[in-house]
């Protein structure tokens, strides 16, 4: 069945470092989703990429999603404590959305 | 007030017992789901529900029941708990929208203790 792998499972910066999570699909998707969940919270919804080849900023965040529409990727630069928690990427392929393990950020101030 | 309501949020339970976690929304959104959520596994998918009268399985459905008992509330059952099954359990809506699903919703989670 359709797998979705990410990487790396964990992470840890200094504060002002870059940060790049990818996400690698067994199957090509019909679209991408990443969420963010910060320490003891919930995922909220960050974006949704759609398009082969779709790139989207928002503020420090760079999403992308590859020309196959098989991986996707989520840097952040300049990194604040703020950005602390763990990134999930969830890829839709034939009818269900399936998450990634998810990439946990730490951040050392 | 949260849109997406789980109760209870913290169960401490014992091997064998009933257990069941419910989730309301008032979104007002037909499509309803329950995730689990391990260290390093991600998010998993257990059932879901994209109107009333449906209810479909995901990848980890064994050892689940749900009952879907109007748009707003879908809950889920563990008939007989067991150890691995404790975890964080969330809730979760969207909105049909061109048949695809769009952004998920998530409760604030359901944490699950089987002794």
């Known amino acids: 069945g359709q797998q979705v792998m990410q990487i790396p499972q964990y992470q840890h910066v200094q504060e002002g470092e870059d940060f790049t999570t990818y996400c690698n699909s067994s199957t090509t998707l019909s679209n991408i989703q990443w969420y963010k969940q910060r320490p003891g919270g919930h995922p909220v919804f960050l974006i949704q990429l759609v398009k082969s080849g779709e790139v989207k900023k928002q503020k420090r965040l760079t999403f992308q999603f590859g020309e196959a529409k098989k991986n996707s990727s989520l840097h952040i630069t300049a990194t604040q404590t703020t950005d602390v928690g763990t990134y999930f990427c969830?890829?839709?392929?034939?009818?269900?959305?399936?998450f990634g393990q998810g990439t946990r950020l730490t951040i050392n101030p | 007030d949260a849109d997406v309501t789980q109760t209870p949020r913290n169960r401490i339970t014992k091997t064998g017992k009933r257990i069941m976690l419910e989730c309301s929304q008032t979104?007002?959104?037909?499509?309803m789901y329950w995730y689990r959520q391990d260290p390093g596994l991600g998010l998993q998918l257990i059932y879901y529900?994209?109107?009333?009268?449906?209810?479909n399985k995901g990848e980890i459905s064994d050892g689940y029941s749900v009952s879907r008992q109007a748009q707003a509330k879908f809950s889920l059952s563990l008939e007989s708990a067991i150890p691995n099954q404790t975890a964080l359990y969330f809730c979760?809506?969207?909105?049909?929208?061109?048949?695809?699903?769009?952004?998920?919703?998530f409760g604030e989670g359901s944490r699950l203790t089987v002794l």
């Open positions: 979104k007002g959104h037909d499509r």
């Open positions: 529900s994209f109107d009333v009268k449906d209810i």
């Open positions: 979760a809506t969207s909105e049909t929208s061109g048949g695809n699903t769009g952004e998920l919703f």
């Open positions: 969830a890829g839709r392929g034939a009818q269900k959305l399936v």
